[in-house]
């Protein structure tokens, strides 16, 4: 059962696939006790960011819960004495990231309801099972032919879809899944309301291609299941050739109708017998984000729908090849196969040259050697109309989805572009290089600031020297021409010359003692009224006031 709440003022309905980052910004000591501030953000964007303030017990308790996983987890140890000495949890502080970059970064572990809760408490704090249970319980008063025999309890990976097995009165002994979603379009075996509609499907009890590689039960929770499964087994090369092209050949049919998927992987795909068979093909009228949106995201060259299947195929091909996901993507090596042509396929897809270039198509994926010589037993296609309201929801569920994923791919780009400037910024090597260049630049102003001064030295001295700006410069071999203006202005302190295009000490000492005589007998001549005021429109003598 899928329950996700209606938009309303105040509260904003939430992508969970959306990956949560986190950073231990500090450290305070209450009592006996030490609180852990954590600045967390959600996706790329800076602001979307809040603070949570957890001890180590919350740790320690979240950890308890997570050994469902079967992973090994590195939360630091408890310490009863001397657990609030400074260097002590600055240790511990630094082992408490540590763990959360680790749950951060597990897929399986980042999109569980554990963590999200703890990280974000104000967003996920609802009993979503609670909240199921109210919802198919008002159904089935309308439909008193069913009876819930009991919740499957956390079997799948969606923090707001609940599962329950049930029965219909008519027949006890067959048991069916009911699933809860919301704001589907109502479609065959389904039913719906205002706020959320619910899906009925058989029972398998055999469970998934995922259930069936991992050799997990299927009504064990989705991390027990699937997170360190002890048993994996990859299929053999006529599975992989045979279950790979029904897929296929379903994903044909689907975009030759038009209807987007976007939600292919194992725990989607359902063995009936030596049959695969798809699930969750309404999750696109929903709106719901898809399992590998994580991965593909990371490729703008994963741009329409069709693009998303072909990868969610090649990302499902080396599941069921190795019994067990990529680390990483794009993938760098590929292990050994049976069969080359399986590797063919797989770096088409995930190389990171594919991902440089554009994803094959799922017509061309059909003609590769894997898969062109398959026969498959049931080739006849269900012939149906589509209604003209179902097109315009299908068509609009796709332009929705490609919009989506391009407005975050787009923002990806530029995060992850600002995050290598700021990490090229902060390097040792640049840090050197600016380090460098600063004190050639120091070096130099220093020189330009010296060459100005001797210039506005030198050229003070010619003024003192001779009348205007034209006067040719003095030198001790030539003699110094008579003054014919006057210079109220002293003359600057002259620097020490520091290079040979400077004038001599010699030569700067007879023009400053020439350019004070001048003064001095301009002014007792003045004093004497032989010199008169000229007119202050002639430029050619200086005006004494």
Known sequence: MAFMEKKSPGKVLLDDTVPLSCMIEASQNL????????????????ENTWQVIRRYSDFDVLNASLQISGLILPLPPKKLIGNMDPE???????????????????HMLSNCELVKKFLDPTNYSSNYTEIALQQVSMFFRSEPNWEVVEPLKEI??????????????????????????????????????????????????????????CKAKPKDPFMKKYCNPKKIQGLDLQQIKTFGRQILEVLKFLHEKKIPYGHLHPSNVMLDGDTCKLLDLENSLLGLPSYYRAYYTQSRKINTTEAIDVYSFGHLLYEITYGRPPDSVPVDSFPSVPSTDIV????????????????????????????????LLNTEKPQFKIPTKLKEALKT????????LNQEQRALHRYKRLTRAQSHHGSE?????????????????????????????????????????????????????????????????????????????????????????????????????????????????????
């Open 397 to 404: 569920a796709k332009e929705c989805m490609e919009n989506k």
């Open 88 to 106: 002590f949890i600055a240790e511990r502080q630094e082992g408490l990231q540590n763990y959360l970059n680790f749950i951060t970064t597990q």
């Open 156 to 213: 799948g990976w969606r923090l707001r879809k609940r599962h329950f097995l049930i029965k219909s009165k008519d027949r006890p002994k067959e048991r069916q899944v009911l699933s809860w979603h919301p704001y589907i379009y109502p479609v065959t075996f389904a039913t719906a309301s205002d706020s959320s509609a619910l899906v009925i499907r058989m029972y398998n009890e055999k469970g998934t291609l995922r259930d069936y590689i």
């Open 344 to 375: 063919s396929v797989l770096q088409s897809i995930l190389s990171a040259e594919a991902w440089k270039t554009n994803m094959p198509t799922i017509a061309q994926l059909l003609e590769t050697p894997l898969f062109n010589d398959v026969v």
């Open 429 to 545: 090597e640049e840090k050197k290089r600016r380090k460098t260049l600063a004190r050639k630049k120091s070096k130099q102003s220093v020189t330009e600031n010296e060459v100005d001064i001797s210039a506005k030295s030198s050229n003070s001295n010619n003024v003192n020297s001779g009348s205007g700006a034209s006067s040719p410069l003095t030198s001790p071999s030539s003699p110094t021409p008579p003054s014919t203006g006057v210079s109220l202005v002293p003359p600057p302190p002259v620097a020490p010359p520091k290079s040979e295009t400077d004038l001599p000490s010699q030569s700067i000492s007879t023009a400053n003692g020439a350019g004070r005589a001048a003064l001095l007998s301009s002014i007792q001549s003045f004093k004497k009224g032989h010199l008169k005021p000229t007119d202050t429109n002639d430029r050619s003598v200086p005006t004494i006031k």
């Open 31 to 46: 009592q006996s006790h030490t609180e852990y501030i954590i600045r967390v953000q959600r996706g790329v964007s800076a």
